[in-house]
């Protein structure tokens, strides 16, 4: 038996704003920003009293302080954000047989055949409430019959609503809307749509779908597709992360040598902990490193799987050593390990040995019972920043980006 789909898209607002709203209500009516603290950071969210000054999310932290200077900035908690994302992602996984989480406060629901049991409108909307009800988070949704619909719905249900969208209504609803709403549309795609004169979906409706393809590529013909309310993009049931990284911008772009090894040793040590601590192996370790003139280079190494300190620490500094150029300024250094995969060490009868592994197991058994920073590597000492968590038990990952150094 066939069935209409039935699909939901939920999405948290301004979801670092409601978050810290709850642990203090001080902020509640107030222009608040979160995200890097310094000049050089950036906004990573804004409450709507900001967003009325002409702030968004990723605009540079300096130009917001212009925009708004009685705006209230918080550098933020990730690991506070990343348990009230948890708590949330635990009532829709008690509720709906199938979702897709895409972010920390953005999920996709499939419905589709709950109608003959339930009712998928009344169904979502007693999901929302349970979720206010429980969380005491704001959340808005939008349904249709695909992820694209429900999706755009979404954000002309904001702020705290609900928008459904019967079948048949999906170009209707579309249409007047700008084309930046299409999902995928970035500034630069745009651009080159309002340079063709499209600036509102229903131009591109009107478009023939070869123009679309001629003019933008492949990108054109999703775009054409997603404008006229075609999407048969399943959704796909929420599974493990499988890389885990950190990368750190600092305030003042800088050459020292022993500063940025002794970053990237911390960094590289507290992801292999991270790694035992979720009982994890990776098998590729990647450095980036960005100058002063935003030119960027990463290098990537297959390594046999570990998550051991002195099999991966080396590959890292080694991948820095081969992409540091010392005549210029350094801007971000980052670390990624990838390939992830479950599993325990194994013992290499070539490369360890048990004083090695004795002093990992002891100093792990140290960092469980007085924090990750108990014991660390005397290289990394001025790396203060490392926090204090594990990504793969719902916490989150283990550097807020945009932190003092």
């Not at 909307?125 to 349970?130: P, S």
């Not at 600036?199 to 933008?216: S, Y």
């Not at 049931?237 to 890389?243: A, F, L």
């Not at 992409?323 to 670390?335: A, F, P, Q, T, W």
């Amino acid at each position: 038996m066939s069935f209409q789909r039935s699909i939901v898209h939920m999405d948290l607002d301004t979801f670092f704003v409601s978050c810290e709203r709850l642990l203090d209500s001080r902020l509640n009516n107030k222009p608040v920003l979160i995200g890097g603290t310094s000049d050089r950071g950036v906004v990573a969210s804004c409450s709507y009293e900001a967003r009325r000054f002409g702030i968004h999310s990723a605009m540079p932290m300096r130009l917001a302080k212009q925009l708004c200077p009685e705006a209230i900035i918080l550098r933020g908690n990730s690991g506070i954000y990343t348990k009230f994302s948890q708590n949330v992602t635990e009532v829709i996984k008690d509720t709906v047989p199938l979702y897709e989480k895409t972010s920390i406060d953005e999920f996709y629901i499939d419905l589709t055949g709950m109608d003959k049991f339930f009712g998928c409108h009344k169904l979502a909307t007693e999901l929302r409430q349970r979720i206010i009800k429980e969380t005491g988070l704001p959340i808005s949704f939008g349904l249709s019959i695909n992820k694209t619909v429900s999706k755009i719905a979404t954000g002309e249900a904001k702020p705290n609503n609900e928008i459904r969208i019967i079948s048949g209504t999906e170009k209707p609803f579309l249409a007047p809307l700008s084309v930046k709403k299409i999902p995928m549309v970035g500034n630069v795609t745009y651009k080159a749509l309002c340079d063709l004169g499209v600036k509102r979906i229903k131009t591109v409706q009107d478009m023939p779908m070869e123009l679309m393809h001629r003019v933008l590529g492949k990108n054109g013909l999703s775009i054409w597709k997603k404008a006229n309310g075609i999407d048969n993009s399943p959704v796909i049931q929420y599974h493990e992360r499988k890389s885990i990284s950190t990368e750190r911008t600092f305030n003042k772009d800088t050459t020292d040598v022993a500063k940025l090894k002794g970053i990237i040793i911390a960094m590289a040590e507290n992801l292999a902990y991270q790694l035992r601590r979720g009982n994890k192996l990776t098998a590729c370790v990647t450095f980036k490193i960005r100058y002063s003139d935003f030119q960027t280079y990463t290098q990537q190494q297959r390594i046999p799987y570990s998550a051991m300190d002195h099999t991966i620490i080396p590959v890292v500094l080694d991948l820095y050593n081969k992409l540091y150029n010392r005549r210029l300024l350094v801007r971000l250094i980052g670390v990624k390990f990838s390939h992830l995969v479950e599993g325990g060490h194994q013992i290499n009868l070539f490369e360890d040995n048990e004083k090695q592994l004795r002093l990992i197991e002891a100093i792990d058994k140290m960092r469980v019972r007085y924090g990750d920073r108990a014991v660390i590597n005397a290289a990394g000492m001025d790396a203060k920043s490392i926090s204090r968590w594990n990504p793969f038990n719902g916490e989150p990952p283990p550097l807020l980006a945009n932190r003092r150094q």
